[in-house]
């Protein structure tokens, strides 16, 4: 196990297993999974999304973001509309249930945050959030 845990990749690809359960078992209180929230996430710092803009920001198979926007559609927590440059195009908006559905998940969230984080000091913390800022959305070249 220790050569395991000499290779920083193993490590967070460990925590994000991790990360993954805990998020998911506070999630599943409101009939959501990570997914879920990451694309009501996204949403909520913009007035809508392509549906292929999801599957680009999020990194998600475009037939995947389809089955997540039909899921979030059916709660009522998004709504499709059709693009105004080009009607053939959907939008998908976060709704006003969506908003206080995200509110709700962020205290989960924020839960979830604090247990994994907990060995780390505040200023850890924070320098650990620059340095996966860093890699996980890398500029150009």
């Not at 690809?13 to 990570?34: C, I, K, V």
């Not at 053939?88 to 924020?110: N, P, Q």
Request: glycine share 8%; proline share 4%.
């Amino acid at each position: 196990m220790r050569d395991l845990h000499a290779d920083t990749g193993y490590l967070l690809y460990r925590l994000g297993l991790r990360s993954g359960r805990l998020f998911n078992a506070t999630l599943e209180e409101s009939g959501l999974r990570l997914r879920h929230y990451a694309l009501l996430r996204y949403l909520s710092s913009t007035e809508g999304a392509l549906q292929r803009e999801l599957s680009q920001r999020l990194g998600y198979d475009p037939s995947a973001i389809v089955s997540l926007v039909d899921d979030l559609e059916r709660l009522g927590l998004v709504v499709r509309k059709a693009a105004p440059a080009d009607r053939r195009s959907r939008i998908v908006a976060l709704t006003d249930r969506g908003r206080e559905a995200l509110r709700d998940t962020d205290k989960g969230g924020r839960r979830v945050t604090d247990e994994l984080l907990a060995p780390l000091r505040p200023d850890e913390r924070a320098a650990l959030h620059a340095l996966l800022l860093r890699i996980a959305e890398p500029g150009p070249g």
